[in-house]
């Protein structure tokens, strides 16, 4: 009888209604994290249903048009592109050896061309990183003008985490690879990524659609066109008999070594036809209007991104990847801090922007389309603060802000958690290069100060993040069957709208002397 009634109450409490806020916060989740949205996946009708409920909740809390032309929607023109067939093969001294795909290799969709063959000498150049603050240059006394490059996923040992994540970026190894002339560059796995990602799960991740913005009025200088990836049994092919010992290279990567690097005396050859196809979604923008006669054309820039992965393979039965955590919470967030403004009672002096953003999951698609082509004038937004997967499962004790020590942000937020009775905690797993891989980092790369915050480890939140990265992330489960704490997450909005009104009232954000990225993309204001 005790466990029964114990049961009862707990049912009763589970079911009991929530606080006007709480409940708020729980509607708009489980609206866009309902079957009938389908994964709100980046150009879906679904997605376009999930677009116009933001603009209407926006519209709900005072916020007016800031898209084209006077609506809400910022139109943002995507190329899709899905692998069909691919070969690639080796030639070393008249002699040629076919890669398995799937097993050796994975060859990359094309954005531009249907049947793309590439093939050339291929030069080993380490990670593929030049780095003028550290003196690292991995392409020093290397000519790779018309050839393949070939690098090792991940970056060199002994850099700041969100540095090595930055030149573990794969569009960025392509750029630097691209500006030295190189007609193609493969990624061959390397010890870190085998610790994050085995080679099944990329060849799985490189065999769907690629994706990015597309202008014919603005076009794209990615680098070097991204090839192939290639696995260790495919980089033993590639090394074997060369000047270079695949055994040397692998060392030095796993003892986290500077790699030796030279060209490698043989000709790789890569054969891919893709599917191209043109598809339309659009970024969603409300405005609230400051307050100060000056400050009113200087904007804060709240951002969450809408899409989510769609439709995929059934687990268990379920093919439906709702994104209720990844990143419906994320966008209840952002509606929910824009009602707080309201709510106050008072403008703030900067204006602030609310922008959901499409094309997250393809690449950071959204967000690199609206900081390159803002609808507000271009030098004008100070700040982005971006709200992307807070896992609300439990109550979280500090909060992780990715890119908080780099700017005059870090000292607000920190004084902003402190009053919420929360401490400021570093990355507690930078092998994971969250900083490039949230969409702040697309603002950063613009020049302006930004960060995204998510809650932190410290007591229950470890496990809770590891029970939901293991179980549930990018699965059909990410849903409202997870226990959601909404008590939780009303704290997160509120501490998201005190860090947002501080910016909007206080000094205009600077990133600190000398920071590498303020450095790299020249951003405005460098503090002193």
């Known amino acids: 009888m005790l466990l029964a009634a114990s049961a009862a109450l707990?049912?009763?409490?589970?079911?009991?209604?929530?606080?006007?806020?709480?409940?708020?916060?729980?509607?708009?989740?489980?609206?866009?994290?309902?079957?009938?949205?389908?994964?709100?996946?980046?150009?879906?009708?679904?997605?376009?249903?999930?677009?116009?409920?933001?603009?209407?909740?926006?519209?709900?809390?005072?916020?007016?048009?800031?898209?084209?032309?006077?609506?809400?929607?910022?139109?943002?023109?995507?190329?899709?592109?899905?692998?069909?067939?691919?070969?690639?093969?080796?030639?070393?001294?008249?002699?040629?050896?076919?890669?398995?795909?799937?097993?050796?290799?994975?060859?990359?969709?094309?954005?531009?061309?249907?049947?793309?063959?590439?093939?050339?000498?291929?030069?080993?150049?380490?990670?593929?990183?030049?780095?003028?603050?550290?003196?690292?240059?991995?392409?020093?006394?290397?000519?790779?003008?018309?050839?393949?490059?070939?690098?090792?996923?991940?970056?060199?040992?002994?850099?700041?985490?969100?540095?090595?994540?930055?030149?573990?970026?794969?569009?960025?190894?392509?750029?630097?690879?691209?500006?030295?002339?190189?007609k193609g560059i493969v990624f061959i796995e390397s010890s870190a990524m085998r610790a994050i990602y085995d080679f099944p799960a990329v060849v799985e991740a490189w065999s769907g659609p690629s994706m990015n913005w597309s202008r014919p009025d603005a076009p794209r200088s990615d680098g070097a066109p991204q090839l192939a990836a290639i696995s260790e049994a495919g980089a033993v092919k590639l090394f074997a008999g060369g000047p270079l010992a695949w055994a040397r290279v692998r060392g030095a990567d796993a003892a986290k070594k500077p790699l030796p690097t030279g060209a490698l005396n043989?000709?790789?050859?890569?054969?891919?036809?893709?599917?191209?196809?043109?598809?339309?979604s659009a970024n969603i923008v409300g405005k609230l209007e400051g307050s100060?006669?000056?400050?009113?054309?200087?904007?804060?820039?709240?951002?969450?991104?809408?899409?989510?992965?769609?439709?995929?393979?059934?687990?268990?039965?379920?093919?439906?990847?709702?994104?209720?955590?990844?990143?419906?919470?994320?966008i209840a967030s952002m509606l929910e801090a824009a009602r707080a403004f309201r709510d106050a009672g008072k403008a703030p002096k900067r204006s602030?922007?609310?922008?959901?953003?499409?094309?997250?999951?393809?690449?950071?698609?959204?967000?690199?389309?609206?900081?390159?082509?803002?609808?507000?004038?271009?030098?004008s937004i100070v700040a982005d603060?971006?709200?992307?997967?807070?896992?609300?499962?439990?109550?979280?004790?500090?909060?992780?802000?990715?890119?908080?020590?780099?700017?005059?942000?870090?000292?607000?937020?920190?004084?902003?958690?402190?009053?919420?009775?929360?401490?400021?905690?570093?990355?507690?797993?930078?092998?994971?290069?969250?900083?490039?891989?949230?969409?702040?980092y697309s603002f950063v790369k613009q020049g302006v100060p930004s960060v995204s915050i998510d809650a932190g480890w410290g007591g229950p939140g470890k496990a809770a993040t590891k029970e939901f990265l293991d179980k549930h992330y990018h699965q059909p489960s990410d849903d409202m069957k997870l226990p959601f704490d909404w008590a939780s997450a009303r704290r997160f909005v509120t501490l998201n709208y005190k860090l947002a009104r501080a910016l909007a009232d206080g000094p205009r954000p600077t990133w600190n002397k000398g920071d590498f990225f303020g450095t790299l993309y020249g951003g405005a204001g460098q503090g002193s």
């Open 10 to 182: 707990l049912i009763a409490a589970t079911d009991a209604p929530l606080p006007p806020d709480q409940a708020a916060m729980k509607a708009h989740v489980a609206f866009l994290a309902d079957d009938a949205l389908k994964g709100r996946q980046a150009g879906s009708p679904e997605y376009d249903v999930a677009a116009a409920y933001v603009s209407a909740r926006m519209q709900e809390a005072g916020l007016v048009p800031a898209g084209d032309n006077g609506t809400w929607r910022q139109a943002v023109p995507l190329a899709a592109a899905r692998p069909l067939d691919g070969s690639a093969s080796f030639t070393r001294a008249g002699k040629t050896q076919p890669l398995a795909l799937g097993t050796d290799y994975v060859g990359r969709a094309s954005l531009t061309e249907v049947d793309r063959t590439v093939s050339g000498e291929v030069v080993f150049a380490g990670y593929g990183v030049v780095d003028p603050t550290t003196g690292i240059d991995d392409y020093k006394g290397l000519d790779v003008r018309g050839r393949i490059v070939a690098v090792m996923w991940g970056g060199p040992p002994g850099l700041n985490s969100e540095v090595a994540a930055h030149y573990s970026n794969r569009s960025v190894k392509a750029e630097v690879a691209g500006q030295r002339g190189a």
């Open 292 to 330: 100060d006669p000056t400050l009113r054309n200087e904007y804060v820039v709240l951002t969450a991104h809408l899409d989510h992965i769609g439709v995929t393979e059934p687990v268990n039965g379920d093919a439906i990847n709702n994104g209720a955590m990844d990143n419906a919470i994320g």
């Open 385 to 440: 603060v971006n709200l992307d997967m807070p896992i609300m499962t439990y109550k979280f004790e500090d909060i992780v802000a990715y890119g908080a020590d780099r700017s005059s942000i870090g000292p607000v937020l920190a004084r902003v958690a402190a009053e919420e009775r929360l401490t400021l905690s570093p990355d507690p797993a930078p092998e994971e290069t969250n900083f490039v891989r949230t969409d702040h």
């Open 352 to 379: 602030v922007l609310f922008v959901a953003l499409t094309a997250e999951e393809e690449g950071l698609i959204g967000s690199d389309y609206f900081a390159r082509f803002p609808t507000v004038p271009r030098g």
């Open 266 to 280: 043989v000709t790789a050859s890569f054969e891919q036809k893709s599917e191209l196809v043109r598809l339309n």
